[in-house]
């Protein structure tokens, strides 16, 4: 089965870093993109970030952009999301998610990805 499970959420103030985790199994780790999303309460689940296979290639939204990075331990099945100087409109639960993807390419549609893990919570205080 394939399963991810995000991990690393919390309650963080303004301006603070926090690094999610992301465990992936029972796929190949080598031709999948895993894609960072959010979802604040009231609104529609964003994309934040994505990792192509290999780690090829990396991909952010605008207010991502210079603040989280992306990575990934193929050895480790693991994907990572460190996220900095994080403000209160980053808060949400973040869900991590895999695509089928060979190439060295990504992007942060909710519907180009088929699996998705239980989310974490994020909460940034002002």
């Known amino acids: 089965d394939v399963q991810l499970q995000a991990s690393g959420g919390g309650l963080v103030q303004t301006g603070g870093s926090l690094n999610l985790s992301c465990a992936v199994s029972?796929?190949?780790?080598?031709?999948?993109?895993i894609g960072w999303f959010r979802q604040a309460p009231g609104k529609e689940r964003e994309g934040v970030s994505c990792?192509?296979?290999?780690?090829?290639?990396?991909h952010y939204s605008d207010s991502a952009k210079g603040r989280f990075t992306a990575s990934s331990d193929g050895a480790k099945n693991m994907v990572y999301l460190q996220m900095n100087n994080l403000k209160p409109e980053d808060t949400g639960v973040y869900y991590c998610?895999?695509?089928?993807?060979?190439?060295?390419?990504?992007?942060?549609?909710?519907?180009?990805?088929?699996?998705w893990g239980q989310g974490t919570q994020v909460t940034v205080s002002s």
């Open positions: 998610a895999a695509e089928y993807n060979p190439y060295y390419r990504c992007a942060i549609s909710t519907s180009a990805y088929d699996y």
């Open positions: 029972g796929f190949t780790f080598h031709n999948h993109a």
């Open positions: 990792i192509s296979n290999s780690a090829a290639f990396t």
